[in-house]
């Protein structure tokens, strides 16, 4: 995660501008312009961007921002019938696994 801040103080408070930014390689591909070619990331990106005031000992919690992740793994039973080229249609089935967990981020203001 990359996280913009910027602090302020204002009289008796402390003024946060915040924009994390949560980036994710989902594959890498083959560009190729003319006669040469490179291997090139495609990335997600997923922000927010938010202004919050906090006076001493005052919290903020942000969240919002998810990250997923999908497993390409072959399921099925039995173990070895899956991995037989013909038989595969049979006994597996194409991937179903997406993780998702939630980036969250606590700020705390103290003097």
């Not at 204002?10 to 980036?23: H, W």
């Not at 989902?26 to 990106?45: F, L, W, Y």
Request: charged share 25%; proline share 6%; hydrophobic share 45%.
């Amino acid at each position: 995660m990359i996280l913009h801040l910027t602090a302020r103080i204002v009289r008796d408070e402390v003024v946060l501008n915040l924009a994390p930014i949560l980036s994710q390689v989902r594959e890498i591909r083959k560009v190729t312009s003319g006669t040469t070619s490179v291997q090139a990331p495609r990335v997600d990106n997923r922000a927010l961007q938010t202004t919050v005031r906090l006076r001493n000992g005052e919290r903020v919690v942000l969240g919002g921002l998810i990250s997923s992740q999908e497993r390409a793994e072959r399921q099925g039973l039995p173990l070895l019938l899956k991995h037989v080229p013909i038989l595969d249609w049979l006994f597996g089935r194409p991937p179903a696994l997406t993780r998702r967990w939630p980036a969250v981020e606590r700020f705390v203001v103290t003097s």
